[in-house]
């Protein structure tokens, strides 16, 4: 049974399982080599072997494709290398087109799509390590094999803790170790490359701080507070409003944050100037707002009810203290 990797708002995020990717290599379109844990698709790895990799290789499309990799989260940090050709990038609010060279550098909680919505052609490495989080408070537990000092793990994590840039100019250094890692996984038969890998991975670590040190990135503390994962939970809320309708106690939404509940009512008053249920309240009745102006012929109570109410009186009187109006009045000035 495959284990929910992130859930938030009732809704579980499962790592994407590259479905598309697998049916282009089924029918001869791309090259690929992958090792792999989970649903991720290529060989097996062994299970004491680089615990923590999820998924780390390579494909090659010789030309565009009819498919992408529509949004989607990781279960671990993700890092993917463009060594030729072109194909288009989104991660948060950052839309764009990678070129050879660029390296991008994702977290589990950030939602990001390959493709807009095709891949075009190019060699596209890869690697997910999950680092044991899913949220951004959460302190980061790298798997024992890597083997980096203590201060330069500690900094390392500090920056990729501390920066969400998505694209990076790789070095020629970068650029080598990806080649080499990926030839290392297409010759890897059961095992048989698992001590080179973990060299090359360590290697690229060393050189992803490096780079991160010769650019000298801004850092923003604030990025792994825990007033930031209660932003990004009702931040996904607002851009799911399907999810709304869904029952929600303060408890269930704390837990879904992986914080206590009252760091969660303290972040929520100190965001919004109300408490969790008060503002829940305020997104569903923004929600059937929109619904009744837009869908003149659904009844109130259906909408009030699609809108997470229990019932229309108690939805009106809500929706006339938020609004100064009833919902039928509402309807009536559109």
């Known amino acids: 049974m495959l284990i929910p990797i992130y859930q938030e708002q009732g809704r579980t995020f499962q790592a994407d399982t590259c479905a598309p990717l697998a049916a282009a290599v089924r029918r001869g379109h791309v090259q690929f080599a992958a090792l792999a844990r989970g649903h991720y698709p290529g060989r ?11 998924s780390l290789g390579f494909w090659d499309a010789r030309y565009a494709q009819d498919w992408g990799l529509d949004w ?26 990678l070129k ?22 190019g060699r596209l490495h890869w690697l997910i390590l999950d680092v044991g989080v899913g949220r951004p408070h959460q302190p980061w537990r790298w798997p024992s094999w890597i083997v980096l000092t203590k201060a330069d793990l500690a900094e390392l994590t500090h920056i990729l803790r501390h920066t969400e840039r998505p694209v990076w100019r790789a070095t020629p250094e970068l650029r080598s170790c990806f080649q080499r890692i990926a030839q290392a996984v297409e010759a890897d038969r059961a095992g048989s490359n698992v001590s080179r890998l973990a060299a090359y991975l360590n290697e690229l670590f060393v ?9 000298a990135v801004p850092l923003d503390a604030s990025l792994s507070s825990t007033q930031r994962t209660v932003a990004l939970y009702w931040d996904d809320l607002r851009q799911h409003p399907e999810q709304l309708a869904k029952t929600s106690t303060v408890d269930a939404m704390a837990w879904q944050c992986g914080l206590g509940v009252t760091h969660f009512i303290h972040h929520t008053k100190q965001l919004f100037n109300a408490t969790p249920i008060q503002h829940l309240n305020r997104q569903r009745l923004e929600l059937a707002a929109r619904q009744l102006r837009a869908q003149p012929d659904r009844s109130i109570l259906e909408i009030a009810l699609d809108c997470g109410f229990a019932s229309s009186q108690y939805f009106a009187t809500l929706f006339s203290k938020h609004f100064g109006c009833a919902p039928r009045a509402l309807r009536k000035k559109r």
């Not at 050879?100 to 052609?121: C, F, K, M, N, Y």
């Open 100 to 121: 050879p060279d660029d390296l991008t550098i994702t977290r589990p909680w950030q939602p990001h799509r390959v493709g807009s919505p095709e891949v075009g052609a």
């Open 72 to 97: 989607h989260r990781n279960e671990g940090i993700e890092l993917t290398y463009l060594e030729r050709g072109g194909v288009a990038f989104a991660v948060d609010r950052h839309v764009g087109q």
């Open 207 to 215: 050189l992803v701080l490096d780079m991160c040190r010769q650019r």
């Open 44 to 54: 097996r790895l062994g299970p004491r072997a680089l615990p923590g990799i999820k």
